[in-house]
């Protein structure tokens, strides 16, 4: 069956066809994309993983060595031998002979110490490394001292050191320890040094300092151990002087060059240019203020991103196509049933519902379900229909109940007007008591016409009506705890004094004894919760709450509080009026008491009411 569509819109079919496979163009595109970049990044991952690895293996590694040359130095100043040998007084300077050569051997034996462990290299040799005092005047043994200090084993005087930079700012106190790298006169030969003042432990003066130096080239070895492939290695002293590197000579300033000054952090990597090229540069600190640098050009990195990222192109063309074949597929088996649906919805005799729904087997569970529900809408819709007229009906029904309750009171209320004026006149007080009373509860009663009023205003009304009950028996006690605060509180009209009557009326018809009603009022919450509660002959809680619940439209299964005194008011009326007003969630129930019958009127709190019953309090 065809579907006529309106002016200016497309069928489903039409609609749905490019908007999916655009969809679908998208999806494939993505996850071709997301799989090529992934790959790519585990690929880069990996590379960036083995590069940080052979970093930290030669950090670990030259750790090592500086902090063996560190203990070595540490050793020597605290060694309780080695200080009696430098505070020895000598009248002659022949008698520090034998103190001069036994400090000799103990710093060659410290000498011979490997500085570099046999990592595996055929260019990394068992490397010693040198370990020298430079005496001041102030030492025993200055005297036999060599005059000029030499980078090698021994003993010497400090006098043509006190130039020298490290020197000074080892004397200063500005360090502790002082490194510095140092070409000799042998190329091959580089050292690296540090420095330590050795201080008296008797009274703190400077007997001299500790000099260790090992050759640069077991840090090269190291490299050499851990090589990277299109990287290399840095190791940059703190004026930015190379120490060791596969790319730089020994004590090159490079502290101009773009990625040094990049890398002033403590550690960290970063990704910056060098020679047109870009490169990873991580960088971490050794404890003696040392650099090491490792160099990464990031073209190594992603060297298979062409080949993963062709063949990620060619995986999305071949989805594509065969995504493109099954989604015409789909569509078209899809929206044929669903334009047949629209067609029956738009019969004039379905939407009138004057037929149901047809009920077609298209196969396809969820437009079969669609059919059904939509079906099982319009009755639903139809019966809400019918309800809410009914409803409505009911409403305007007990709004004109109640006004043909309040015409006949005009008349009675002016009568009594006039009844209580000859009583008044003829002096006689209980009968003008009495009309006063009646005469109040007509006036509440009538209200002009409000349905909602204050509970202090419907608490005045009830109880005129019990003081005439109080009248006509002398065994009724009336007792009324409500709270101040909620006096201003909303309420629906006529609806305490009903309840009062169904307590005299049913509760009392065979009581002989006192007679109490005891009417109170409580905030839960958001609603304002009245209390009904008499010690009369009681009822069957359980039968009234389902009689309620039931609601009958004409009141005949509930007992009608009211029936009697043709008032109209009943249990059930008080009920469906609150309902009709407030909601199904309020009304009244009745409650377990342990003599006598308790029912509850539940009335919603106005935010007004609150905030004035809050200031109340």
């Not at 309780?80 to 020895?88: A, F, P, T």
């Not at 919760?529 to 039968?543: A, M, T």
Request: charged share 20%.
């Amino acid at each position: 069956m065809a579907v006529r569509l309106r002016k200016g819109r497309s069928g489903l079919l039409s609609r749905l066809n490019m908007p999916i496979f655009l969809l679908i163009v998208v999806i494939i595109a993505f996850f071709a994309t997301a799989s090529s970049y992934i790959l790519i990044r585990v690929q880069n991952g990996h590379t960036l993983q083995l590069a940080e690895q052979s970093m930290k293996f030669v950090y670990r590694n030259l750790w090592y060595q500086f902090d063996t040359m560190n203990n070595v130095s540490a050793f020597i100043v605290s060694n309780q031998s080695i200080e009696n040998l430098l505070e020895s007084a000598h009248e002659e300077p022949y008698e520090a002979v034998g103190d001069y050569f036994t400090l000799q051997t103990n710093l060659q034996n410290l000498s011979l110490l490997s500085l570099l462990n046999d990592f595996g290299s055929r260019d990394a040799a068992q490397q010693s490394y040198t370990v020298s005092l430079a005496l001041e005047p102030e030492s025993g043994l200055y005297g036999l001292a060599t005059e000029h200090f030499d980078p090698v084993t021994g003993i010497f005087k400090a006098g043509d050191l006190h130039n020298q930079s490290w020197y000074r700012s080892l004397s200063s106190g500005e360090q502790q320890t002082v490194w510095w790298g140092q070409a000799t006169s042998r190329p091959s030969a580089s050292m690296i040094y540090s420095a330590r003042k050795k201080a008296s432990i008797k009274d703190g003066r400077s007997v001299g300092t500790v000099i260790i130096g090992a050759n640069a080239g077991s840090i090269r070895s190291v490299f050499n151990n851990a090589p990277i492939d299109k990287g290399y290695h840095l190791l940059l002293d703190e004026r930015r002087q190379v120490i060791a590197s596969e790319r730089y000579a020994f004590l090159e300033d490079v502290s101009g060059l773009p990625y040094v000054q990049a890398s002033s952090a403590a550690k960290g990597s970063i990704v910056i240019r060098i020679d047109g090229e870009k490169h990873r540069v991580m960088f971490d600190t050794l404890a003696n203020g040392w650099k090491l640098l490792t160099v990464v050009p990031e073209s190594h990195f992603s060297k298979y991103t062409l080949a993963i990222s062709g063949i990620g192109a060619a995986t999305a063309v071949v989805a594509l196509l065969i995504a493109a074949f099954w989604v015409r597929r789909i569509v078209v088996r899809v929206t044929v049933p669903i334009t047949r649906l629209v067609a029956a919805m738009q019969r004039p005799e379905v939407a009138a519902f004057k037929e149901p729904l047809p009920h077609p087997n298209t196969g396809i569970y969820e437009v079969d379900e669609l059919n059904q529900k939509f079906a099982s809408m319009l009755v639903t819709l139809h019966g809400l229909i019918e309800k809410s007229f009914e409803e409505e009906m009911e409403r305007r029904a007990l709004q004109l109940e109640l006004l043909h309750a309040q015409i006949n009171p005009h008349f009675l209320y002016n009568t009594l007007d006039l009844i209580n004026c000859r009583a008044i006149m003829a002096g006689d007080k209980e009968t003008s008591r009495i009309v006063r009373s009646l005469a109040n509860v007509f006036r509440y009663g009538l209200n002009r016409g409000q349905t909602w009023i204050l509970l202090k205003e419907e608490l005045a009304q009830v109880q005129s009506y019990l003081h005439i009950q109080q009248m006509m028996n002398e065994h009724l006690v009336v007792e009324l705890l409500v709270p101040d605060r909620l006096l201003s509180a909303s309420m629906i009209h006529l609806t305490l004094q009903p309840l009062a009557e169904n307590a005299i009326i049913h509760g009392f018809a065979q009581e002989d004894s006192e007679c109490r009603i005891t009417i109170s009022a409580r905030q839960d919450g958001t609603k304002l919760i009245l209390q009904v509660q008499d010690n009369g002959i009681g009822c069957d809680v359980q039968r009234m709450n389902q009689l309620l619940q039931e609601q009958a439209p004409g009141g005949e299964r509930l007992a009608d509080a009211g029936s009697s005194s043709g008032s109209g008011y009943g249990t059930l009326n008080v009920h469906r009026r609150i309902q009709l007003h407030c909601g199904k969630a309020f009304g009244l129930r009745y409650v377990e008491s342990v003599k006598g019958t308790c029912v509850e009127v539940v009335l919603p709190l106005s935010s007004e009411s609150t905030d004035s019953i809050r200031r109340g309090g």
